[in-house]
C-alpha cells in the first residue's frame, strides 16, 4: 500500500496527504524527542491517521532511541559491525549462534538484540582474538 495513494478510512472521499511532524517520548525515565515522524492527513475531513506502512518507520526509528537508552547498538551500528567484520549477514547468525535471518532483523529494526548478545558483538568487534574463537568455533570464513 503506498501511503500517498491511501482513501481517508473515515470519509472515504479524498487521498490522503503524507506528513511529519516532531514527537516526543518517555522510555525509561528518559525524554527524547524525534522529527518527521510520520502520519498523513484528509484534505477533506482533516482527520490524521498513521498508515501501517508509516507505523512500521516510526516504530524502528522509535527502537533505535530505546536500544541507545538501554546502551546497545542500534541498527546501523550492527551493519557497521557486521561490515567491519566483513560478514554477511548469514555469516553473521551463524557466527553469533542466532538463526539465519536475524541479523537481517536486527538491522531492519524488526527485532532488538538482547543485552548478551549485544556484550558478544561488542567483544567480537574490540577484542580480535575473541572474534577469531568464535570465527573458529562456528566453522565461519570471512572475507580477506
Do not use: W
Not at 24 to 43: M, N, Q, R, T, V
Not at 44 to 64: A, G, M
Not at 94 to 121: C, H, I, P, W
Request: with cysteine; glycine share 2%.
Amino acid at each position: 500500500m503506498n501511503p500517498e495513494r491511501t482513501i481517508c478510512p473515515m470519509c472515504e472521499s479524498a487521498e490522503l496527504i503524507p506528513k511529519k511532524t516532531v514527537e516526543h517520548y518517555c522510555y525509561k525515565g528518559h525524554d527524547f524527542s524525534l522529527e518527521d515522524i510520520e502520519y498523513a492527513e484528509c484534505p477533506k475531513c482533516h482527520s490524521e491517521v498513521i498508515t501501517p506502512e508509516q507505523s512500521k518507520r516510526n516504530e524502528v526509528r522509535i527502537c533505535d532511541e530505546h536500544r541507545k537508552i538501554d546502551g546497545l547498538f542500534t541498527r546501523a551500528e550492527i551493519t557497521k559491525l557486521r561490515e567491519r567484520l566483513k560478514m554477511t549477514q548469514n555469516q553473521a547468525a551463524q557466527l553469533f549462534g542466532e538463526r539465519v535471518n536475524t541479523f537481517s532483523k536486527y538491522e531492519s529494526g524488526e527485532a532488538t538484540q538482547s543485552q548478551a548478545m549485544d556484550k558478544l558483538m561488542k567483544l567480537a568487534l574490540n577484542v580480535p582474538h575473541c572474534f577469531e574463537e568464535l570465527r573458529k568455533m562456528a566453522n565461519v570464513q570471512v572475507s580477506a
